[in-house]
């Protein structure tokens, strides 16, 4: 079982930047492919990036350019840096899971197991 816990979120201004963490704790390791979300008001979740266990990134492309997606093996933690925030990035963000040891990365939501329970991040202009 995996257990994931954001932290970071927040409130901001269009330009600034924000970094998220997300703690993982249980059984995930560095063998799992691990991945953001995100879901703003009367929209469906969304994948924001993904960093799989082989060290790959993934990004939308409404984020390329301006957040990074990192992890730290030795604390289990995962960030996603975001720069230049702007209004349209204002909503929850969640961080997931899969694994272990998967062939691909997926930016799809429902192919992950594991989810926390979601952190606001609010951007005004």
Do not use: H
């Not at 994931?4 to 970094?19: K, T």
């Not at 492309?61 to 030795?74: E, H, M, P, Q």
């Not at 997931?96 to 930016?107: D, F």
């Amino acid at each position: 079982q995996v257990q994931l816990v954001e932290s970071g979120g927040g409130s901001a201004q269009a330009g600034d930047s924000l970094r998220l963490a997300c703690a993982a704790s249980g059984s995930a390791s560095v063998s799992y492919d691990m991945a953001w979300f995100r879901q703003a008001p009367g929209k469906e979740r969304e994948f924001v990036a993904a960093l799989s266990w082989t060290g790959g990134t993934y990004f939308a492309d409404s984020v390329k350019g301006r957040f990074t997606i990192s992890r730290d093996n030795a604390n289990k933690k995962k960030y996603l840096e975001m720069n230049s925030l702007k209004p349209e990035d204002t909503a929850i963000y969640y961080c997931a899971a899969r694994g272990p040891y998967l062939a691909e990365t997926s930016v799809y939501a429902d192919a992950y197991n594991y989810w926390g329970q979601g952190i606001q991040v609010t951007v005004s202009s």
